[in-house]
């Protein structure tokens, strides 16, 4: 494994901070391909990144996780490796953000989770959050989801960082075969 680069600059740009994280990712996986091992380390390097980023001092992160496609029913998503409470098991696809990141396919930046219709309050500490679904082959493999306790705690930036991280991710790691 090649040294991970650390975050040493809290104000650094967010562009900045999520090369490096990219980097800390890309690390981590190298040499691993097993998806627990690698989101279950993902999700604490993203998690306290992100906490270490000055943008979020004042209202935190509070989850940053996966949830994965059930491989017993491939239209709702199981909790998996995460950092923060205790979570929501079981979401269907359409429900909540992670299932409309799920179904649509598309990342979800919701700037205040009291205004998405169908919202799924795990933590009602948690005030916006942004879900980017891992597609491989055309198959929904499941998303990461992250909540902050700050109102417009994620911006596009955001969003581009995370996505080309979920794409690392991706490629990484060797997934299951769905049985359902």
């Given at each position: 494994m090649?040294?991970?680069?650390?975050?040493?600059?809290?104000?650094?740009?967010?562009?900045d901070?999520?090369?490096?994280?990219l980097?800390q990712?890309e690390?981590?996986?190298?040499?691993?391909t097993?998806?627990?091992?690698?989101?279950s380390?993902v999700?604490?390097?993203?998690y306290?990144g992100l906490?270490?980023?000055?943008h979020?001092?004042n209202?935190?992160?509070n989850?940053?996780?996966f949830?994965?496609t059930?491989?017993?029913?491939?239209?709702?998503?199981i909790l998996?490796?995460?950092?923060?409470?205790?979570?929501c098991?079981?979401?269907?696809?359409?429900?909540?953000?992670?299932g409309?990141?799920?179904?649509?396919?598309?990342?979800?930046?919701?700037k205040?989770?009291?205004?998405f219709?169908?919202?799924i309050?795990?933590?009602?500490?948690?005030n916006?959050?942004?879900?980017v679904?891992?597609?491989?082959?055309n198959?929904?493999l499941?998303?990461?989801?992250?909540?902050?306790?700050?109102?417009e705690g994620?911006?596009?930036e955001?969003?581009?960082?995370?996505?080309?991280?979920?794409?690392?991710i991706?490629?990484?790691c060797?997934?299951?075969?769905t049985?359902?």
């Open positions: 090649k040294e991970i680069p650390a975050i040493t600059d809290q104000s650094a740009s967010k562009k901070f999520y090369e490096i994280l980097a990712v690390s981590i996986c190298e040499g691993q097993f998806w627990v091992t690698n989101l380390n999700s604490s390097i993203i306290h906490m270490s980023l000055s979020f001092q209202k935190p992160i989850w940053c996780g949830y994965l059930d491989p017993k029913n491939d239209q709702q998503l998996g490796p995460f950092q923060g409470k205790v979570a098991t079981l979401i269907p696809f359409g429900k909540g953000v992670c409309t990141a799920a179904k649509t396919r598309e990342t979800q930046v919701v205040d989770v009291h205004q219709a169908g919202h309050a795990c933590d009602s500490a948690s916006s959050e942004i879900v679904p891992l597609v491989k082959d198959r929904v499941g998303v990461l989801d992250i909540d902050c306790e700050k109102t994620f911006d596009e955001d969003r581009k960082g995370l996505e080309v991280i979920v794409e690392a991706i490629k990484s060797e997934w299951p075969e049985s359902a």
